[in-house]
């Protein structure tokens, strides 16, 4: 599985959107390395399966439902009913056990 955390340079938020995946790689016993792709350009993000900073890629497809944006912006994701920053461990967990099936 190709793993890809897409972030644009000004978002405070993929640090920790790096973490907590890599922490569920590690905890699933995923081998794969996360490439960290710096989005600088509207026609970078046009180009990608970009959705918004940060941005989790599996295989390519982005697991969680959004919009993808040629716009250099954050994103905010829905998690336990409010709007975050970045998806849960839990939710990270359950996107990787379902690209690995």
Known sequence: MKVQLLHIPDCPSWPGAE????????????????????????????????????????????????????ELACRVYAVEGRMAPMPSEEQIEGAVRAAAE
Do not use: C, K, M
């Not at 970009?50 to 919009?67: C, E, H, V």
């Open 19 to 70: 973490q907590r995946l890599r922490a569920v790689l590690e905890r699933l016993g995923v081998p794969e390395p996360v490439e960290v792709v710096e989005i600088a350009t509207g026609e970078a993000a046009a180009a990608s399966n970009f959705g918004g900073s940060p941005t989790i890629l599996l295989d390519g497809r982005d697991p969680f439902p959004g919009t993808r944006s040629a």
